[in-house]
Every structure is written in structure tokens, then in C-alpha cells.
């Protein structure tokens, strides 16, 4: 079955330090990705998208993801965290066709003075 | 624009009763789709629709009908509320199945209790 995997349900970094949030998903042809940010009791938010153009895709807020086909995976990355980052983070996965969409379970982003 | 609107934002519900969810989006978008979301889950399609007088249900259907009799509003109705129908539940809308319109924009959800 079609799926994507948020390695981390938490992570909780220091104000200024790096961010990872990791991403993996099941193999298809030409996928597209989407990283969502949810701030709490918001709506979802699109960060980034990739849709087989540069694999490395530059978002919203310093974000970047890259796409790495041979390891199936769609990362997100931050140079330097800050306090308005704390957030849920979803990888969203469409394997193609009519918008099918594919949430993973989200990470949720604690960020600390 | 106001974007994708969702009304209500909060409702408690007996079990057994009826309601509908309203969703509205000023974008011309064709596509539009409800989720809901629970703890550890992510989001979970309930149904979708890609254009005004076509339906298909997604991943969790049951206890769910939409219709789509314009291309801005797409209501969800509880048929009998049941307590696993506690949620919160979002509606989004996208341009359309182009792979460059895959965008989706979100409402600001709606977050029901079952008792």
C-alpha cells in the first residue's frame, strides 16, 4: 500500500540550532511531496512542494527539503530554529491521479529558549 | 479573497443527531476535499470532488455524504453522530488534478464533539 512515514512523532531543539524533520515514502513512479505546517488551532499551511523539478526545493520561513529518489526520502531542513517554528509538520505524499493525498502522522516541533 | 471558510467552528453533537458541515471557497477551484484529524493520524480523506456534480468517497467514508451543487460550496453531513466521529475535520480545495496545481488550500477546521 501507498504510504508515507514521519520518522519522528517529536523533536525539540534549541532556539538558533539546526532543524530536521524526517520524511519517508512508499516508491512511485514520479511522486509529488508537500511539507504542511499546523500552528496550533490553525488550518494547514503549504511550506514547500517538490513535483519533479529540482530536487532540492527551497519553501516558506528558511525552510528547504530535498528530494532524494534512491533513498525515498523528502527531509526537512533548517538552518536555525526559532521560537515561531514550534509547530506540527506533516509530509504529504501523492503517488498521482486525481489530488490522491497521503498525510503522515505529523512531527510535532518543540522549540526551546 | 476570504479563500476556504468553514462554519461552523465548533459544535457538540448528541449521539444520533444530524448535522452539516458548511464549506465554501471563492478560488474557482475545482477540486475540494474534506478531512478529519485525529491524534497520531495525520489527516484522513473522507470524501472528495473534482468538479461540481461529481462525488467519490475517499479513505473513510462511512457515516459521511457530501454533494457538490456548485463549484464553490461543498457541505459534509453527519448522518447519525456517533462518538468516533469526534474530530476535528478540515475542508481544502485545489485548482485542479494538474500536477502543477496540486496545492492544496486548507479552511480553518471544525472541530466537533460526539457525547
Known amino acids: 500500500a501507498q504510504s508515507v512515514t514521519q520518522l519522528d512523532s517529536h523533536v525539540s531543539v534549541s532556539e538558533g540550532t539546526p532543524v530536521l524533520l524526517r520524511c519517508n515514502y512508499s516508491?512511485?513512479?514520479?511522486?509529488?511531496l508537500f511539507w504542511y505546517v499546523q500552528h496550533p488551532n490553525k488550518g494547514l499551511q503549504l511550506l514547500l512542494k517538490y513535483t519533479s523539478a529540482a530536487t532540492l526545493v527551497k519553501g516558506i520561513n528558511g525552510f528547504e527539503a530535498e528530494f532524494k529518489k534512491s533513498e525515498t526520502s523528502f527531509h526537512l531542513t533548517k538552518p536555525s530554529a526559532h521560537m515561531s517554528d514550534a509547530a506540527e509538520y506533516f509530509c504529504?505524499?501523492?503517488?498521482?491521479?486525481?489530488?490522491?493525498?497521503?498525510f503522515g502522522a505529523g512531527t510535532r516541533l518543540a522549540v526551546h529558549p | 479573497n476570504a479563500g476556504v471558510t468553514q462554519t461552523p467552528k465548533f459544535q457538540v453533537l448528541k449521539t444520533g443527531q444530524s448535522m452539516t458541515l458548511q464549506c465554501a471557497q471563492d478560488?474557482?477551484?475545482?477540486?475540494m476535499s474534506w478531512y478529519r484529524q485525529d491524534p497520531g493520524m495525520g489527516l484522513r480523506l473522507i470524501h472528495y470532488?473534482?468538479?461540481?456534480?461529481?462525488?467519490d468517497q475517499g479513505e473513510v467514508p462511512n457515516g459521511y455524504n457530501v454533494s457538490r451543487s456548485t463549484t464553490e460550496d461543498f457541505p459534509l453531513r453527519l448522518l447519525s453522530a456517533a462518538p468516533s466521529q469526534t474530530s476535528v475535520y478540515f475542508c481544502?480545495?485545489?485548482?485542479?488534478?494538474?500536477?502543477?496545481?496540486?496545492?492544496?488550500?486548507f479552511g480553518p477546521g471544525t472541530r466537533l464533539t460526539v457525547t
Open positions: 478560488m474557482n477551484h475545482e477540486y
Open positions: 481544502a480545495s485545489s485548482r485542479g488534478t494538474d500536477r502543477s496545481s496540486y496545492e492544496q488550500y
Open positions: 504529504v505524499y501523492s503517488p498521482g491521479g486525481y489530488n490522491k493525498l497521503i
Open positions: 516508491s512511485s513512479y514520479s511522486p509529488s
Open positions: 470532488s473534482v468538479g461540481a456534480g461529481i462525488t
